[in-house]
């Protein structure tokens, strides 16, 4: 009677040790950072992605201030050793290589690399603004690169340190944008710890 008894215990710590077994191994889900939910296994498409690039932040929070919703003085920014973001923009390519925020300015630092004849390179990064997808372009609206004045690049040529900025309400992380064009990637902006931005593809889970 002892040995059923024990025998019946013995299956039944089994059966559940098994469940336990089965879902750290097999188990999936999701996780949050700054308010944002994603994959546990991310998709990054056709754009190249780099989460744990980024340097030592740039500035620091003001005195009391956790996070950016608390401090509109706070100094928040990041660069990346590679680009966070790089997307197709005609035969050109546009990346992102630093970001930052001081009070309601976010701005971007990015490189752009023409293509193999001159022609303009459009700035369609955009800011969505809200639920009903609205956009609002940067300031300024357009590059302007110093061999041509205007927009034109080069053939083959480099720019680095084109700035494009965003007025945003510092309370309100993470930051939805666009590179718009035909690529139409859409990413976030979240803070990281040290005072630092981060480059996000949104989710696509419940």
């Given at each position: ?52 690039t980024t340097t030592a932040p740039t500035g620091t929070a003001a005195a ?7 401090s509109s003085s706070a100094t928040w920014g990041s660069t990346f050793s590679?680009p966070a973001l790089t997307w197709p923009e005609g035969q050109a390519k ?113």
């Amino acid at each position: 009677m002892y040995m059923k008894t024990a025998l019946i215990f013995l299956w039944s710590m089994a059966v559940v040790l098994g469940v336990f077994a089965y879902f750290a191994v097999f188990g999936t889900g999701s996780y949050a950072v700054m308010g944002s939910s994603l994959s546990a296994n991310p998709v990054f498409a056709t754009s190249t992605f780099a989460l744990a690039t980024t340097t030592a932040p740039t500035g620091t929070a003001a005195a009391g201030g956790s996070a950016a919703a608390s401090s509109s003085s706070a100094t928040w920014g990041s660069t990346f050793s590679t680009p966070a973001l790089t997307w197709p923009e005609g035969q050109a390519k546009i990346s992102i290589m630093g970001a930052s925020l001081q009070g309601s300015q976010l701005s971007f630092s990015l490189s752009v690399q023409a293509g193999p004849s001159l022609a303009c390179v459009p700035l369609n990064l955009r800011l969505v603004t809200d639920e009903e997808g609205d956009v609002e372009p940067p300031d300024p609206a357009s590059f302007t690169f110093p061999d041509s004045g205007n927009c034109n690049a080069a053939p083959g040529g480099t720019y680095d340190n084109q700035t494009a900025t965003f007025t945003v309400d510092p309370t309100a992380f993470p930051f939805l944008l666009t590179t718009g064009g035909a690529s139409s990637i859409y990413f976030e902006i979240s803070t990281t710890t040290g005072n630092g931005l981060a480059v996000y593809f949104p989710s696509t889970s419940g």
